[in-house]
């Protein structure tokens, strides 16, 4: 009995794992950036915004996605890849960001924690859960992978 409660624990763990990192990318980062500073920002060209809602209804569609994959198909591996490949996007892109002219810092959220943009510190929390959930949702806990 208590192997099953394990079980059905790393599984619930795993899958909230997911539904955080889902809910940054789909609730919390849209709501940052539909202002002037982004999406309405007048000093942005047309097709620039278009790219920048493009990609957040895109984020959305997949965070719906990976929620549906993790909560009614149980396939918390493939929804966890899903958010690491939304944030880890966020890292590559600031990683990259002075050999394109980007930057982190927008004016809207300029916070720090540990010495790191709060952008860039909810990226790699995000992509950190969905490893954990890949390692809390694995078929065999007691077996290495």
């Known amino acids: 009995m208590s192997a099953l409660f394990t079980m059905m624990a790393r599984k619930m763990l795993a899958r909230a794992c997911v539904t955080f990192g889902v809910l940054v990318y789909?609730?919390?980062?849209?709501?940052?950036e539909i202002n002037p500073s982004h999406v309405l920002n007048e000093a942005?060209?047309?097709?620039?915004?278009l790219h920048e809602v493009?990609?957040?209804t895109t984020h959305c569609a997949l965070g719906l996605?990976?929620?549906w994959l993790t909560w009614w198909r149980g396939a918390v591996a493939i929804a966890s890849l899903l958010n690491v490949c939304v944030m880890?996007?966020?890292l590559v892109a600031h990683v990259l960001a002075d050999g394109y002219g980007g930057s982190i810092h927008s004016g809207n959220l300029e916070?720090?924690?540990l010495g790191v943009p709060v952008a860039v510190f909810a990226a790699g929390v995000v992509v950190l859960l969905a490893t954990a959930a890949l390692w809390l949702g694995r078929?065999?806990?007691d077996k290495a992978v």
């Open 65 to 67: 996605l990976a929620l």
């Open 26 to 32: 789909a609730l919390v980062i849209p709501y940052l």
């Open 88 to 90: 880890g996007g966020v």
């Open 44 to 49: 942005w060209p047309p097709h620039a915004r």
């Open 139 to 141: 078929s065999h806990p």
């Open 111 to 113: 916070s720090v924690v």
């Open 54 to 56: 493009w990609q957040l």
